[in-house]
């Protein structure tokens, strides 16, 4: 069965957020956009078939469950109130209830989404990704509020899969990381995939949607391709597939362990080489 992907966790992510929010009380002022018709305006709701209230101001979010196992998140705003800056909001972050490894950042706009609207930056790093939004760490980005329509204040736009955008500079950090791991022969798995292979050509898959015994993964799922020489991967022969995306309906990038362990040893480097810089 056909996973929620990263449209299940984003949902799953933000009843967690309704959790972390609440103690951290200078988080109110995240945002600047009014939702409710009710006499409170300042008053927000976040919820999945219900409603409770969070401590996060002036954002509606609800999600709601379609056929074919299709997840959409829908956010309102009516208030054009200025949001405030990155320097005038705290880091806030947490993790992705069905991915431990996978962390939310959120960012006060501006953002590569939105020049007014705040954006979660997605990131194996559980601390703030060195460098910012520009940083090679940040997988991609999530809209946190999407706008109403002019002129239809208070109407609800709906926040998929679609709206996803990923970071180019991750994506070459990725391949770099994995050409390295993979030349040093740091992963089991494509270790003895090679072996058993003998010599040709050998694709290194996603592991969010593998394919069957004997068959070839989606385009979008398959990350490169190595050459196989007498059951060893040949330096130097790594080639990136243009088709692999970083999310798909299946989910965000998941790695074999070894790629993924070489991955994250190689993300608190680059946090530790800015911080030395600094």
């Known amino acids: 069965m056909q996973s929620f992907g990263i449209q299940k966790a984003s949902a799953s992510a933000i009843r967690t957020l309704r959790k972390d929010i609440m103690r951290i009380s200078s988080c109110t002022r995240l945002t600047q956009a009014t939702v409710s018709k ?27 469950i379609h056929h074919h196992h299709r997840t959409c998140r829908a956010y309102t705003t009516i208030s054009p109130s200025p949001l405030p800056s990155q320097e005038q909001t705290p880091d806030v972050v947490f993790p992705d209830p069905n991915r431990p490894d996978l962390f939310y950042h959120f960012t006060p706009p501006p953002t590569p ?32 509020q999407t706008q109403a329509p002019e002129g239809k204040a208070g109407s609800e736009s709906e926040s998929t899969l679609d709206d996803f955008v ?12 994995i050409k390295s791991a993979l030349e040093r022969r740091q992963d089991e798995i494509w270790r003895d995939a090679a072996i058993g292979l003998g010599s040709g050509w050998m ?30 991967i040949v330096p130097g022969t790594y080639q990136p597939m243009p088709s692999y995306r970083i999310c798909t309906v299946d989910g965000v990038l998941q790695l ?16 530790q080489d800015a911080q030395n810089t600094n």
């Not at 989404?113 to 559980?126: E, G, K």
């Not at 949607?209 to 007498?230: C, E, F, Y």
């Not at 993924?260 to 190689?266: C, D, I, P, R, T």
């Open 38 to 64: 009710s006499s409170s305006p300042r008053h927000i709701h976040i919820s999945t078939h219900s409603s409770k209230s969070t401590s996060l101001p002036h954002i509606k979010s609800k999600v709601r």
């Open 113 to 144: 989404l939105s020049p007014t609207l705040p954006a979660f930056a997605l990131s194996f790093l559980d601390v703030a990704p060195p460098g910012g939004m520009d940083s090679p760490a940040v997988i991609g980005w999530l809209p946190a």
């Open 166 to 177: 990923g970071n180019d500079k991750f994506l070459v950090f990725l391949h770099d990381t």
């Open 203 to 232: 694709h290194i898959g996603d592991q969010r949607n593998i394919p069957a015994l004997g068959r070839v993964g989606d385009p979008d799922d398959i990350l490169a391709t190595v050459l196989v020489q007498d059951g060893q």
């Open 256 to 271: 074999t362990p070894g790629l993924a362990s070489h991955l994250k040893e190689a993300l608190a480097k680059l946090g």
